[in-house]
């Protein structure tokens, strides 16, 4: 069975340090890049963090600094290491992982992050 699980999450005062986890079954082969999105209430999923096979990154310009992407392409893992959260990091988070060829990607089933200011 090809799915994503993801674990971690909660509440959090703003100021404070969360750390997603997101593994994907054995099934799931090939992949190119491994990624968080998240959606808040009222708004488009948006791409927070991603990094590729090759190890390279990219951040949102809002979370860049706080947030820390870091993976193992070869177990399939990716972890989102959030520090200095804000209230407005407040949403639901998603790992995705992508392949390119043939072209497929996976959502995982989102983890809800709060921040209390």
């Known amino acids: 069975q090809e799915q994503l699980l993801q674990s971690g999450g909660g509440w959090v005062q703003a100021g404070g340090s969360l750390r997603l986890s997101c593994v994907a079954s054995g099934s799931i082969v090939n992949i190119n890049f491994m990624g968080w999105h998240r959606q808040a209430p009222g708004k488009q999923r948006e791409l927070v963090a991603r990094?590729?096979?090759?190890?390279?990154?990219y951040y949102a310009d809002s979370v860049k600094g706080r947030f820390t992407i870091s993976g193992d392409n070869a177990k399939h893992t990716v972890y989102l290491q959030m520090n200095s959260l804000k209230p407005e990091d407040t949403a639901v988070y998603y790992c995705k992982f992508g392949r390119t060829y043939p072209a497929r990607d996976y959502w995982g089933q989102g983890t809800q992050v709060t921040v209390s200011s």
């Open positions: 990094i590729t096979s090759g190890g390279n990154t």
